[in-house]
């Protein structure tokens, strides 16, 4: 069983489209998150959720939202997609908001929008 | 402010050879974890090492060791007679105590040739 699985893996579609990607734990953590990898393999983190509650929410444009529905699960809703939201989105899941065992991480979520 | 800085931003040795990745923090807190992640040409990352503030010791596991360094606020990573298979982007990353996600350092790129 896969502990953290993002769905889809990839994702090609085209500006102004809305899109969801999901992700699910089955470690039974408190906190889930979602971080993107640009271009440059730079991560940057977007968001934060301990047990349903948003913990952190970065500078990141309000055509991201997101949505957990339970604990073990992160969604993120991307509304009118733009040519620079082309990235890798990365969910993952800790323990707790304090990661002092580091991150899970699911296998990532490659966007290209065209 | 906390940070991470990977100075090296692409390394490429010959197999066989040894390999240093350095990684240098910022952090005002007296807690603290560090961690090195590896992300292969598959995409996924792939936790590797954990190392609390408090325990300076240097870590050996096979092929890769760490060396810990609080008076120059460093967590080096060595690979010793690197394969092939070493090749991959790998991440070092800070969580503070008073942090609540992990600050990721923009990633050396090794490159291990035959």
């Known amino acids: 069983d896969t502990a953290v699985s993002q769905t889809p893996k990839y994702l090609v579609t085209q500006m102004g489209n809305d899109k969801s990607i999901k992700c699910e734990q089955n470690l039974g953590h408190d906190t889930m998150y979602w971080y993107k990898q640009d271009s440059k393999k730079f991560l940057k983190i977007m968001f934060s959720y301990n047990n349903k509650e948003l913990i952190i929410n970065e500078t990141v444009p309000n055509r991201f939202s997101p949505k957990s529905p339970d604990k073990a699960h992160l969604n993120l809703h991307i509304n009118s997609l733009e040519l620079g939201d082309s990235a890798v989105y990365f969910c993952?899941?800790?323990?707790?908001?304090?990661?002092?065992?580091?991150?899970?991480f699911g296998s990532g979520t490659r966007l290209t929008v065209v | 402010a906390q940070k991470v800085t990977q100075a090296q931003t692409e390394i490429s040795v010959v197999e066989k050879e040894d390999v240093t990745l350095d990684c240098v923090y910022e952090?005002?807190?007296?807690?603290?974890?560090l961690f090195w992640y590896k992300q292969p040409p598959s995409g996924e990352l792939v936790f590797l090492i954990r190392?609390?503030?408090?325990?300076?010791q240097n870590e050996i596991s096979g092929r890769y060791s760490w060396n810990f360094q609080k008076s120059t606020s460093s967590f080096n990573f060595t690979i010793t007679a690197s394969q092939v298979v070493d090749s991959a982007v790998y991440f070092c990353a800070l969580n503070g105590g008073s942090q609540g996600n992990l600050i990721f350092g923009k990633g050396t790129k090794l490159s291990v040739k035959p």
């Open positions: 190392r609390n503030s408090f325990d300076e």
């Open positions: 993952a899941s800790s323990l707790n908001s304090y990661p002092s065992y580091g991150y899970t």
């Open positions: 952090t005002r807190d007296t807690t603290y974890y």
